[in-house]
């Protein structure tokens, strides 16, 4: 196949062009790299099957060759206001690419009657009442908070993709992405694993805003992408989580990462920081199991070696 990533050369995106191209199938990125590095596809440039295509989804996409699959994944999504890639930074353009980007590339899957994934979030469930989440559940969102510009964007998206798939019988696959982790992120991203382990690998004590009993469920990158490509040869229409259920709160999550970097400096304390920050998160992946097969594989202490390995080496390239 030949497939159309947006958003490919950020941490997501970068991993779905590795697989994608390890599968035998050719990549075409579009990105404007506003949230997201070219180094995370440097390796794949002198590839015959890889093409880069600097450019904002919100822009009209002209991709005069037919691709088979359109994959959605250009979008801010970090809720940092401290990192220069948060969408608390940068609302306008995290609604454009919710919206216009969304438009644009249901646009080219139309065109070449391609098949469309849309990277969704666990944020459409907002600061949820359900415990855990499915896909049933409708979410508890402000739509004019500090965060609405990220969950609104995505609620939206889903929407329209809906509405080609129903109008216009588009082949479309919604993912619902729960709290992802691994090599790649940005060191500045401003969520919780970069903090953290960026922290514990300069000796300092991991700060925690809140009491730490609000709880989060973090899947490792290889997973992900083995559940979303799953999804993609599915036949299912319906938005799927794909996330690992296994639930933990952010002060044992902090303690986690002190042991595995060797981090003496303990955890601090700090006010509650960012607006509508769920208390809690966790999916309900029976959809997965059930259809796809699938549940993740790699556990939180494997796959946090192998990030904090990788912070390492970059923060060593660093300094």
Known sequence: MRI???GGAGFIGSHLCDRLLADGHSVVVLDNLITSSINNVAHLTDSNMFRFINQNVADYIDLPEPVEAVMHFASPASPSQTAPNGYLQLPIQTLKAGALGTLNALGVAKRYDALFVLASTSEVYGDPLVHPQDEDYWGNVDPVGL???????KRFAEALTMAYNRTHGVKTRIVRIFNTYGPRMALDDGRVVPNFICQALKGKPLTIYGDGLQTRSFCYIDDLTDGILRLMSSGITKPTNIGNPHEITILRFADTIN???????????????????????????SRAKKLLNWTPQVTLEEGLTRTISYFR???AYRD
């Open 259 to 285: 042991g595995l970097a060797d981090n003496t400096a303990g955890t601090i304390l700090e006010d509650k920081r960012t607006e509508g920050d769920p208390q809690q998160r966790k999916p309900d992946i």
């Open 313 to 315: 080496s970059k923060l």
């Open 147 to 153: 965060r609405s510009v990220y969950d609104e964007a």
């Open 4 to 6: 159309l990533i947006t």
